[in-house]
């Protein structure tokens, strides 16, 4: 899988934009804060339907336009797939693959596939377990279409859940028993369903990432990854049974996968609290690049590789050793600090204020 071009149009800084790919590595150079990350956030769109920075659809949308357009043309297991993605200002946009609309965004889904690298992703250590949760689901939907739905589901019931846990005001009358039943039960049936694809997923990223753990490190380390379910080892339909009057009490479900954790450790010891910033580094690119390798193992195409500034928050030997580790396939790196040693792109663009020039590789 390879992205030939992409084409922009009022999309964040870009009035107007086209880009032309190499099947290889292409790297969008210039200083801070000029459009580079927009060149990767609108190939992320085009994967997902969403900014991989977390931004809202009106934000993507240059300042004075009303709409964006967005397209890129795949080239998907030596199938031509054109993607085209309006975003409105206000208002939901439209998806055409091969102009035929999609009546749905997760029939997008496997068009075209990335995996992002940025510098945020040492949060994926660092931060709250929702970021480990994002990843994981993140993972599950680039393998399948059916975990989006899965995860769909499973939001829907708890938003139904919850609004009626506030209607209720801590108060549990027959009406409100009767239609809790339902949900509670539909929770249990979706969340078990998804803690055990997650929990599946652990299982096979954790030797993925145990080894490029050591590659990127250039040492060995014990590196563990667990997934803890928040009901324990029973079953959840008795968990959500037997939290029902705290949930009514707080006007919140308090048991399910949302509150679940992937507990990450470097040589034993909890990796957010215990491990050096260096290490935390080094796990958060082990986990990106077990996620890309367990995806190419299962499609069988590697997702594009986009690697946001990621080389000016490395050390030259991580940097080296991520260099050497990338997985085979296409990759589009941005950077303001130049190339980084060791990288030997096969197209270059220069880019400042907003518009891109085409300069020689290195």
């Given at each position: 899988m390879h992205l030939r071009r992409l084409w922009l149009r009022d999309f964040r800084c870009y009035e107007q934009a086209e880009l032309v790919f190499d099947e290889g590595l292409t790297a969008l150079l210039g200083p801070n804060g000029h459009g580079k990350t927009n060149v990767l956030e609108a190939i992320g769109y085009l994967a997902s339907l969403s900014s991989f920075r977390g931004a809202p659809n009106e934000a993507l949308v240059r300042a004075g336009a009303t709409q964006a357009i967005v397209r890129g043309e795949v080239d998907n297991a030596g199938r031509s797939v054109l993607i085209e993605a309006e975003i409105n200002a206000v208002g939901r946009g439209r998806v055409q693959v091969n102009k035929q609309r999609l009546p749905r965004a997760r029939d997008l889904l496997g068009a075209l596939r990335?995996?992002?690298?940025?510098?945020?992703?040492?949060?994926?250590?660092?931060?709250?377990?929702?970021?480990?949760?994002?990843?994981?689901?993140?993972?599950?939907?680039?393998?399948?279409?059916?975990?989006?739905?899965?995860?769909?589901?499973?939001?829907?019931?708890?938003?139904?859940?919850?609004?009626?846990?506030?209607?209720?005001?801590?108060?549990?009358?027959?009406?409100?028993?009767?239609?809790?039943?339902?949900?509670?039960?539909?929770?249990?049936?979706?969340?078990?369903?998804?803690?055990?694809?997650?929990?599946?997923?652990?299982?096979?990223?954790?030797?993925?990432?145990?080894?490029?753990?050591?590659?990127?490190?250039?040492?060995?380390?014990?590196?563990?990854a667990v997934y803890q379910r928040c009901w324990g080892d029973g079953s959840l339909a008795e968990a959500v049974a037997a939290s029902r009057r705290d949930d009514l009490r707080r006007g919140l479900t308090l048991v399910g996968p949302h509150r679940d954790e992937l507990a990450l450790s470097v040589g034993a010891l909890p990796a957010r609290t215990h491990a050096s910033q260096g290490e935390q580094r080094s796990l958060a690119l082990a986990m990106r690049l077990a996620s890309h390798e367990i995806v190419l193992a299962e499609t069988g195409t590697a997702p594009v590789l986009l690697l946001d500034d990621v080389f000016s928050e490395l050390d030259p030997a991580r940097s080296d050793a991520l260099l050497a580790n990338l997985p085979v396939g296409q990759a589009v790196l941005s950077s303001a600090a130049g190339l980084p040693q060791g990288a030997q792109p096969g197209r270059v663009y220069r880019v400042e204020h907003g518009h891109l020039a085409v300069a020689p590789a290195a």
């Amino acid at each position: 899988m390879h992205l030939r071009r992409l084409w922009l149009r009022d999309f964040r800084c870009y009035e107007q934009a086209e880009l032309v790919f190499d099947e290889g590595l292409t790297a969008l150079l210039g200083p801070n804060g000029h459009g580079k990350t927009n060149v990767l956030e609108a190939i992320g769109y085009l994967a997902s339907l969403s900014s991989f920075r977390g931004a809202p659809n009106e934000a993507l949308v240059r300042a004075g336009a009303t709409q964006a357009i967005v397209r890129g043309e795949v080239d998907n297991a030596g199938r031509s797939v054109l993607i085209e993605a309006e975003i409105n200002a206000v208002g939901r946009g439209r998806v055409q693959v091969n102009k035929q609309r999609l009546p749905r965004a997760r029939d997008l889904l496997g068009a075209l596939r990335v995996t992002v690298f940025s510098p945020d992703d040492l949060e994926l250590v660092k931060g709250g377990p929702g970021l480990r949760r994002g990843f994981l689901d993140d993972t599950l939907v680039s393998l399948h279409p059916r975990y989006d739905a899965l995860r769909s589901d499973l939001d829907r019931v708890l938003r139904q859940r919850n609004t009626l846990l506030k209607q209720a005001g801590g108060r549990l009358s027959d009406d409100v028993a009767t239609t809790l039943d339902v949900w509670d039960a539909k929770l249990a049936e979706s969340g078990e369903a998804l803690a055990a694809a997650r929990t599946e997923l652990v299982d096979r990223l954790r030797p993925a990432m145990a080894g490029a753990y050591d590659r990127v490190a250039g040492r060995h380390a014990e590196v563990a990854a667990v997934y803890q379910r928040c009901w324990g080892d029973g079953s959840l339909a008795e968990a959500v049974a037997a939290s029902r009057r705290d949930d009514l009490r707080r006007g919140l479900t308090l048991v399910g996968p949302h509150r679940d954790e992937l507990a990450l450790s470097v040589g034993a010891l909890p990796a957010r609290t215990h491990a050096s910033q260096g290490e935390q580094r080094s796990l958060a690119l082990a986990m990106r690049l077990a996620s890309h390798e367990i995806v190419l193992a299962e499609t069988g195409t590697a997702p594009v590789l986009l690697l946001d500034d990621v080389f000016s928050e490395l050390d030259p030997a991580r940097s080296d050793a991520l260099l050497a580790n990338l997985p085979v396939g296409q990759a589009v790196l941005s950077s303001a600090a130049g190339l980084p040693q060791g990288a030997q792109p096969g197209r270059v663009y220069r880019v400042e204020h907003g518009h891109l020039a085409v300069a020689p590789a290195a």
